[in-house]
């Protein structure tokens, strides 16, 4: 029988990478192709073909593997997500790869400006996020480009899937202690079910790394700084009282 497991978010925070150690691991199938992420369980139009056709077309045939992923970063997002993944795969167990929300936003903004949605300088675009709402074109992407802080928000939407999934089956992984570590991947294998002493080529690897975070923090003016670290403050206590995590990385 076929396992399934789900890297549902962070955007922006290493989740590529995780993706390709994972896929290198003979015990599992990641679902392909890694870009466009498939999304089956939150485009309608897709999920009402099926869970059949979402196994043929998003797997290949490989018998040596038990265990089946799919990372599509937008699912974190949604209810709905959560309800289908919850009734069509109820076993199923999902991870969370979340970074610190001021560095994630920064490169969610550079992602945004880089793919020509973003025209706005980044303090404008953080400062007035609430007045843009949903104002994007969904022909191009399925989640707002514009959500630079409010996906940052990352217990809110732990707390969707604690609605759905009972806490053993959500394993979140803070991405300054993963990058490059060989014991919190470890960790994560032994979550998932699978061989916790496989060896990845990729574990130095970074991908989608985004450059001179350093610099850019050092280009938000100091009303910037206050902005986002009060807005992120309640929502990074939650999540560290909810998980019982020192956030210390993100002070």
């Known amino acids: 029988m076929t396992n399934h497991f789900f890297i549902v978010g962070g955007q922006r925070c290493s989740t590529t990478y995780l993706y390709h150690i994972l896929a290198e691991h003979p015990e599992i199938q990641m679902a392909y192709p890694v870009r466009p992420e498939p999304k089956f369980f939150l485009l309608d139009d897709l999920f009402e073909r099926g869970i059949e056709y979402y196994e043929q077309n998003f797997f290949k045939n490989n018998d040596s593997a ?19 993944i919850s ?32 025209g706005l300088p980044m303090e404008e675009a953080f400062l007035h996020e609430d007045k843009r709402g949903e104002d994007y074109d969904r022909n191009r992407v399925s989640a707002s ?11 809110d939407y732990i707390k969707i899937y604690r609605r759905h999934f009972p806490l053993e089956r959500l394993k979140v992984i803070i991405q300054e202690r993963f990058v490059g570590c060989e014991t919190a991947l470890q960790e994560l294998f032994s979550f998932l079910g699978v061989n916790a002493n496989f060896r990845s080529t990729r574990t130095s690897q970074v991908v989608n790394a ?20 009060e807005y992120f403050a309640d929502s990074n ?15």
């Open 145 to 155: 480009p514009f959500a630079y802080l409010k996906r940052g928000r990352y217990a």
């Open 87 to 118: 009734e069509c795969f109820p076993d199923a167990k999902l991870v969370f790869l979340l970074r610190d929300p001021i560095l994630r936003a920064i490169s969610n903004y550079k992602f945004s400006v880089e793919h020509g949605f973003e």
């Open 210 to 229: 985004s450059s001179s975070f350093s610099s850019h923090l050092a280009l938000l003016s100091l009303e910037l700084k206050r902005y986002v670290q």
């Open 66 to 84: 038990w265990l089946r992923g799919e990372k599509s970063t937008s699912y974190m997002e949604s209810e709905k997500v959560a309800i289908r």
């Open 237 to 251: 206590r939650q999540l560290g009282e909810m998980l019982d995590l020192d956030l210390k990385e993100w002070q």
